[in-house]
C-alpha cells in the first residue's frame, strides 16, 4: 500500500479528532484544541497527516516551535493501530525532527508516558534520551518521562 503523507488542514479536524478518542481514550485533545494548533501550521506548527491509498488519514504528528533559534516540543504522534508497525511513525517523527533544523532548534523536547514502551522505543532508535521524570503528569500515579534530541 502507498501511505503518503502531508500538512494537516482544517478540513482534517474532525476525523482526527474522532481517532484522537480512540486511541488517548483517558485524555483526548478537543476539536478547538485541534483547531488552535493547525491554525498556526507552517507558523510555529509543523503537523503532518499520514493517509493509505484511498487517502483516509491512518496516522498524525505535530511539533511546536515559538521562534528561530528555540527549542522545539513534540506535542503529538499517533499512528491508527491497524497501521502500526509499518514506519508511519519514523516517517512522520522524521518530518518533525527535519523541520526542527530547519528552525534552527538546539534541542527537541517531549514527554512520554512511563509505560508507553512502544513510544519510548521509537523515540530512543531516533536519538532521544531519557533526561526526567515528571511524576503524575498524565494524572495522580501516571508519570511522564522527558525526552530529548539535540541538535546540534
Ligand atoms: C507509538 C506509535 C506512534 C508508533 O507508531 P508506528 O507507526 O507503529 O511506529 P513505527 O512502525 O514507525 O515504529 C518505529 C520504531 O518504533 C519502535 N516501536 C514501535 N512500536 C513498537 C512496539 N509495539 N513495540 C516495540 N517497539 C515499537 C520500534 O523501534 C520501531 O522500529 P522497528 O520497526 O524498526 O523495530 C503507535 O504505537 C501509536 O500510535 N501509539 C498510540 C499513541 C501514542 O502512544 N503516541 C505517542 C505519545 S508520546
Redesign the pocket.
Known amino acids: 500500500m502507498t501511505i503518503t503523507y502531508r500538512s494537516m488542514i482544517p478540513f482534517d479536524i474532525p476525523v482526527v479528532s474522532a481517532m484522537e478518542k480512540e ?1 488517548f481514550k483517558d485524555d483526548p485533545w478537543s476539536v478547538g484544541q485541534f483547531k488552535e494548533e493547525v491554525a498556526n501550521n507552517g507558523i510555529t506548527r509543523h503537523y503532518l497527516v499520514a493517509c493509505d491509498s484511498q487517502h483516509q488519514i491512518i ?1 498524525w504528528a505535530g511539533a511546536m516551535c515559538a521562534q528561530e533559534g528555540a527549542d522545539t516540543d513534540i506535542l503529538t ?3 491508527d493501530p491497524d497501521y ?7 516517517h512522520m517523527l522524521t518530518s518533525l525532527i527535519d523541520w526542527a533544523y530547519t528552525k534552527n532548534s538546539p534541542t527537541i523536547f ?1 514527554e ?2 512511563k509505560n ?4 519510548q ?2 523515540y530512543i ?1 531516533e536519538g532521544f534520551e531519557i533526561i526526567s521524570i515528571r511524576p503524575d503528569y498524565y494524572g495522580a500515579g501516571l508519570d511522564a518521562l522527558v525526552m530529548t534530541k539535540a541538535l546540534e
Request: overall charge positive.
Open positions: 486511541i496516522g504522534i499517533a499512528v502500526r508497525l509499518r514506519g508511519i511513525a519514523r517531549l512520554v508516558d508507553n514502551q512502544p513510544a522505543a521509537l532508535s
